[in-house]
């Protein structure tokens, strides 16, 4: 097959919990969030394109986290580091000075904090005379030609209301640690969570993160629906559901106002806790489109159950060795040879489904 001109990739599912997104613009990539594949603990991202033969260190780009939340953190220092000529984007509701400050606040922390990955990644900023790019509402962060097809990839969120709210929770946050020296649990990012606009000629692909919807003009999606100067008279024809097609971040007005009819999307799941998506979840989504694809089904998530101690006992008294083969996780991929005229194909790979497959 000749080689794809553009590709975005979607990862998650299987017994793992998160998501992470590859997009390739002609010889280039982009790695935004981070997820751990749960059979090897590597990141997704990584053990794709080293299958595939790309140079890590030189044909990785960006490396975008959209917020700190460890479905979508984890392991993005280690992509990073690997990454030799690739920025840094992270949401601009941690602003320099924050993040500075986050620095070295590891000692408490527990595995799955944010504070160890900031400070690795502010080490490998350092190591390499770096500084990270924040990101906020209708901000530009990339743009090039290819084949004299325009291409731009825009932020749309953090709103400035999110912006200042957040810092201000930070800072309460920070300045708890310096009295008691213990972290009290962090804000909710999910409001600071950067969405992202990629515009390729006259089609359009947004990648929702975890962008909540609010009754609040001023942040989350209806901020990007009523004040976006960059999302006026454009409809996608693909989109990343935020928030793992919870409802939170569901509102009809974004599948009217932002997208195309029947547009492709693909989403993840969240096995923690209570799970997303739920059936009324998945409606509400399948009512807007028959072109819905999640990266595993709900089954995939259960975890291995312990073995019965009898079960080991006797299958050890005949000598017998299982192995057990741990749960895949799946991809998304939509990728095009032509940017001018794209047809899209579509692959579901590993455990990828169409969602009404979900339950
Ligand atoms: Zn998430």
Request: with cysteine; aromatic share 10%; hydrophobic share 35%.
């Amino acid at each position: 097959m000749q080689d794809s001109i553009f590709e975005i990739s979607i990862f998650g599912g299987g017994n793992g919990y998160g998501e992470s997104i590859l997009v390739k613009i002609d010889k280039e990539w982009i790695i935004i969030d981070s997820f751990i594949n749960p059979s090897s603990s590597l990141p997704t991202p990584i053990e794709y394109l080293k299958e595939i033969g790309v140079d890590l260190s030189k044909d990785v780009k960006k490396i975008i986290c959209t917020h700190w939340h460890d479905d979508h953190f984890r392991g993005i220092a280690d992509i990073f580091e690997q990454c030799h000529s690739a920025d840094f984007f992270c949401s601009d509701c941690i602003d320099t000075q924050e993040f500075t400050n986050l620095y070295g606040i590891t000692d408490l922390d527990p595995v799955t904090s944010p504070t160890k990955e900031i400070s690795k990644i502010i080490d490998i900023l350092k190591s390499r005379n770096k500084v990270f790019h924040s990101l906020r509402a209708d901000q530009l962060l990339h743009q090039q030609n290819v084949k004299s097809n325009a291409i731009k990839i825009w932020a749309l969120s953090p709103s400035q209301k999110s912006i200042n709210a957040s810092r201000m929770q930070l800072s309460k946050v920070l300045t708890q640690y310096s009295d008691d020296k213990v972290l009290p649990p962090s804000p909710s990012p999910n409001e600071a969570s950067v969405a992202l606009l990629f515009e390729i000629n006259n089609f359009c692909f947004i990648l929702g993160s975890d962008l909540p919807y609010f009754n609040d003009s001023d942040k989350g999606w209806k901020h990007v629906i009523e004040n976006s100067q960059i999302c006026q008279n454009k409809k996608a024809v693909f989109f990343k559901v935020p928030h793992h097609g919870s409802s939170t971040s569901y509102h009809p007005t974004i599948w009217a106002k932002l997208l195309e009819d029947n547009p492709i999307v693909g989403l993840t799941s969240y096995s923690k806790g209570w799970g997303v998506p739920n059936q009324k979840d998945i409606n509400n989504i399948l009512q807007h489109t028959d072109n819905a694809y999640i990266t595993s089904s709900r089954s995939d998530k259960k975890r291995i159950k312990k073995r019965d101690k009898t079960v080991t006992n006797m299958l050890s008294e005949l000598r017998i060795d299982i192995t057990e083969i741990p749960f895949e996780f799946g991809q998304i991929k939509l990728s095009t040879n032509n940017l001018s005229n794209p047809i899209f194909s579509l692959e579901l790979i590993k455990s990828a489904i169409h969602l009404n497959k979900y339950f």
